[in-house]
């Protein structure tokens, strides 16, 4: 028989967006289970520890995070490990982590529940990593209380991914790609936006290769964020990630004709060098990659870019790495996340025979390199908006306190400034006076921007844009 209550879960993730949105789904599942959350992982009856293993020191943090609940274990706390780690390697993580008592696939997120129940009975550890057939697999909607939505929210678009980039693991992980049905993404959105949501962020490994819409054209991404952008009440779209293969003018042009598009892009390159995006099996030249940039900067001018970087990929030279450097400085990204190479397990890269042989030094180096650069690049980015008035949607209240909110301009810019709470899921114009190395500060400019009747008119097309006043 279970125990009766305090069930009080704490839930510690590690990873991507697609693991962001799974949180929410275990948090809203055990919620209808009789769980609570609990505040720290002292006051848990059961701590589940997210994984992700998209670098190996990724999937070390996950088992040092386990290794750090040995004394929490003694006092009878129960342990389930989820996430990427939990599916590439399913049973034997039961050797792996002794702590743990469960181990879950992401397509077992449902069973969350069931698992544990089971498991406070019997006592008997279990792994279940089992993987939905495509044809069968069902998303699982987002069912959140009202007081828990964020002004921005996620929303998955797509699982897995059917890509065959050398290095990466999510295919393993995460499996083959299911594209879920528009409409249910549409009513998600509007969902989120009936309880409070203003932006929300589409989610997929590869969303450009979405085919949920069955449209006339094939392009059912174009088709998706067309449809998305006729929710009325909401502010912003954004999306994530994007293939640079799959990137299409249409997609592209969303962003000029579909008023609720927020001007900014994350496009990973991975690699300035032909030869090595051709190593990786990318699908693209560095030329063609540029030509991409071009279709979506033509359409919206001020659009801010962000990407993704691997250095010390298997066989890259001192000349490929250089083409990285010159491919930073010719785009000028308002941002990058940068990573060393890792070899992962089952990878094609192991496959092809390409040997993790950059030494780390090298690797080192040459990452500072990238991420020196890249520091300047965006303080000059960032020094764009001093001295104007740019429109911020508010987050929420800082964590650093001192009566401050939090937002974002559309370019994705994080934005600090003293304000009522009231202001929260508002537009606000925002005057910036301070540039720091990765956010602004500045002081409100003028009242909130009231909420048009119809937001899509030109007016409204007008507002949206990052910049309102120099
Ligand atoms: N090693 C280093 N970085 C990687 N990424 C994916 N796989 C690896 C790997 N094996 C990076 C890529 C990807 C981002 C999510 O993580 O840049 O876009
Ligand atoms: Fe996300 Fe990939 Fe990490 Fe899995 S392995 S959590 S899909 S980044």
């Not at 039961?94 to 069973?111: E, N, S, Y």
């Not at 000349?319 to 941002?335: H, N, P």
């Not at 003293?418 to 606000?428: S, W």
Request: proline share 6%; aromatic share 6%.
């Amino acid at each position: 028989m279970d125990s009766p209550a305090p069930k009080r879960v704490y839930i510690q993730n590690f990873g991507c967006q697609m693991n962001d949105y799974d949180v929410d789904r275990m948090i809203e599942l055990l919620r209808d289970d009789g769980w609570s959350m609990a505040a720290t992982q002292d006051e848990a009856d059961l701590i589940v520890l997210n994984s992700c293993s998209i670098r190996e020191k990724s999937e070390q943090k996950v088992q040092s995070a386990a290794g750090r609940l040995r004394e929490l274990k003694q006092r009878g706390v129960m342990v389930a490990v989820g996430g990427c780690v939990a599916q590439q390697e399913g049973g034997r993580l039961l050797q792996q982590i002794p702590t743990a008592d469960i181990v879950f696939g992401p397509d077992q997120i449902p069973r969350l529940p069931e698992l544990v129940r089971r498991f406070r009975v019997d006592k008997r550890r279990v792994a279940d990593t089992s993987v939905i057939d495509v044809e069968d697999y069902q998303f699982l909607d987002a069912n959140p209380l009202p007081g828990d939505v964020r002004v921005t929210s996620l929303v998955t678009i797509q699982k897995g991914c059917d890509n065959h980039c050398a290095y990466c693991v999510v295919p393993v992980t995460r499996g083959r790609e299911v594209s879920r049905p528009l409409d249910e993404v549409v009513a998600e959105v509007r969902h989120f936006v009936s309880l409070g949501s203003r932006e929300v962020t589409l989610i997929g490994q590869n969303v450009n290769s979405y085919h949920g819409a069955g449209s006339v054209d094939g392009d059912d991404f174009a088709e998706l964020l067309r449809r998305v952008d006729e929710v009325e009440g909401l502010y912003r779209i954004r999306y994530t990630t994007s293939h640079p293969k799959d990137f299409t003018a249409k997609v592209a042009a969303a962003f000029r004709d579909l008023p609720r598009m927020a001007p900014f892009l994350h496009l990973p390159v991975q690699s300035g060098s032909t030869r090595t995006l051709k190593r990786m099996v990318r699908g693209y030249t560095r030329e063609e990659y540029l030509r991409k940039l071009d279709l979506a900067r033509s359409a919206c001018p001020d659009l801010s870019l962000s990407t993704d970087i691997i250095v010390g990929y298997p066989g890259e030279t001192a000349a490929d790495f250089a083409e990285t450097m010159s491919l930073l400085r010719e785009v000028e990204y308002d941002s990058i996340y940068s990573f060393e190479y890792s070899e992962r397990p089952d990878t094609p890269a192991l496959k092809l025979a390409l040997r993790d042989d950059v030494p780390v030094d090298v690797k080192a180096a040459r990452l500072q390199e990238v991420q020196a650069l890249q520091r300047e690049i965006t303080a000059r980015r960032l020094g764009r908006f001093l001295g104007r008035v740019a429109e911020v949607l508010v987050e929420g209240q800082s964590r650093l306190g001192q009566g401050q909110l939090c937002g974002r301009l559309g370019g994705n810019e994080m934005v600090y400034f003293v304000g009522d709470p009231a202001l929260v899921g508002r537009l606000v114009p925002i005057r910036v006076d301070v540039a720091r190395t990765h956010t602004l500060c500045g002081e409100i400019a003028g009242p909130a921007l009231p909420d048009l009747a119809v937001p899509s008119s030109p007016v409204r097309r007008k507002r949206l844009l990052p910049v309102l006043a120099s």
